[in-house]
């Protein structure tokens, strides 16, 4: 019990047997994987580039979001990647936002990337 983070011990507490301790930390585990996944898409969303930041900084920071979410099983349809982080982008960006979203299909990350870059 000495290595079991506090908040964890009031979920595995009063378990009597192993298999008991087992299923209250795989339940425990398993909603905060959930809690997890939810704060990294809201991390995703959130994203904005910086005013001291450059373009790379801005889309290391947005792919590496991107990876953690991959990491728990999150995938991500590559258009609505593409879209925030567009939406991402400063004011400044603004022409090349409705360029982009002009076209018929989006580019994917890559080209993205390339494009920003």
Same mark, same amino acid.
């Not at 298999?19 to 425990?28: D, K, N, S, V």
């Given at each position: 019990m000495e290595g079991v983070w506090d908040h964890i011990v009031s979920n595995i507490y009063m378990k009597e047997t192993l %298999?008991?301790?087992?299923?209250?930390?795989?339940?425990?585990s398993k909603n905060s994987s959930d809690h997890k996944k939810l704060a990294l898409k809201d991390n995703l969303r959130n994203i904005k580039m910086q005013r001291n930041k450059t373009i790379p900084? %801005?889309?290391t920071r947005f792919t590496k979001c991107h990876d953690e979410l991959v990491q728990v099983g999150v995938t991500i349809i590559e258009d609505d990647l593409v879209s925030l982080a567009l939406i991402g982008l400063p004011k400044s960006t603004h022409n090349y936002q409705d360029s982009v979203n002009g076209r018929d299909k989006l580019p994917n990350w890559e080209f993205l990337w390339f494009d920003l870059v």
């Open positions: %298999y008991a301790i087992w299923l209250a930390l795989e339940y425990f900084q %801005y889309l």
